[in-house]
C-alpha cells in the first residue's frame, strides 16, 4: 500500500526554469513532510520540510507548497540548474510514536543547459 | 559536526550468508532509523531504535534484525542472505525519534550473488 504518491517519475527542466514535483497523502495522521535530495551514490540529504500548519515555507530557490484539504504537497525549485539534477524524494512521517518516515517513488530531475 | 557515518560501503555476499552492517549517527543524536532502498520498491522502512529499545519495525521478515548500543551506535543484521536482500542500505539519526529532522547516511551497498 503505498501511502505516499508522487509524481512525475521524471522531469527534464530548461536551465533557469521551474521544476515542480507533487506528492498526496492519504493518511490524515501525518503531521510532517520532508523532501530529501539524493545524487548517485550518495544517501539522501534533507532539502526542506513543512508541518501542516503553513501553507508554504521556503528556502532559497526551494519552495514547498501544502494544501491540506487537497492533501497534497509540492516542491517548486525556481530558477533550476544543471547542479539540481538529482532524484527528489517527498515523505511523510505521522505524529505519535509511529514515527517512520513513508517516502514516494522518487522523481528524477534532470536540468538541461 | 561529523555526519551519519556508515560502514562498510560496499560488501557482496553470497546467498545463505549473513552480513552486519554498522551505523554511527551525528554526535548527541539517539534515534537510529534503517532503511532498504531498491530500484523497484524504493526507499522502504526497516525499522527505528532510541535509547537502545527498538520502537518501530516495518513489513521485512524476521531474518533483518538490529541493534543498538549505549552509544547510540547501531547494526542491522541479515541472516540467510537472499539474491532479492541485494540494496543500498541506509542509517538515519535523529536528535529524537518523532517529528525531528532525520540525516542520512551515504548508505551500505550490498551485493548478494
Known amino acids: 500500500q503505498q501511502q505516499v504518491k508522487q509524481s512525475p517519475q521524471s522531469l527534464i527542466v530548461q536551465k533557469g526554469g521551474i521544476s515542480i514535483i507533487n506528492c498526496a497523502y492519504e493518511?490524515?495522521?501525518?503531521?510532517?513532510f520532508p523532501w530529501y535530495q539524493q545524487f548517485p551514490g550518495k544517501g539522501p540529504a534533507l532539502l526542506i520540510a513543512i508541518r501542516p500548519d503553513v501553507s508554504e515555507k521556503k528556502e532559497g530557490r526551494f519552495t514547498i507548497s501544502f494544501n491540506k484539504s487537497a492533501k497534497q504537497f509540492s516542491l517548486h525549485i525556481m530558477d533550476s540548474q544543471p547542479g539540481d539534477s538529482a532524484t527528489y524524494f517527498c515523505a511523510a512521517r505521522s505524529r505519535g510514536s509511529q514515527g517512520n518516515l513513508i517516502f514516494g517513488k522518487g522523481t528524477k530531475l534532470s536540468v538541461k543547459p | 559536526k561529523a555526519g551519519v557515518t556508515q560502514t562498510p560501503r560496499y560488501l557482496i555476499k553470497t546467498r545463505g550468508q549473513q552480513v552486519t552492517l554498522s551505523c554511527s549517527p551525528i554526535s548527541g543524536h539517539r534515534s537510529v532509523s534503517w532503511y532498504q532502498q531498491t530500484p523497484g520498491q524504493g526507499l522502504q522502512f526497516l525499522f527505528e531504535?532510541?535509547?537502545?529499545?527498538?520502537?518501530n519495525k516495518g513489513n521485512f521478515p524476521g531474518r533483518f534484525s538490529g541493534r543498538q548500543f549505549s552509544n547510540s551506535r547501531s547494526e542491522m543484521n541479515v541472516s540467510t542472505l537472499e539474491l532479492g536482500d541485494s540494496a543500498l542500505y541506509l542509517c538515519?539519526?535523529?536528535?529524537?525519534?518523532?517529528?525531528?529532522?532525520?540525516?542520512f547516511g551515504q548508505g551500505t551497498r550490498l551485493t548478494v550473488v
Open positions: 531504535y532510541f535509547s537502545e529499545t527498538q520502537r
Open positions: 538515519a539519526s535523529s536528535s529524537l525519534p518523532v517529528n525531528t529532522e532525520a540525516f
Open positions: 493518511n490524515t495522521a501525518f503531521d510532517y
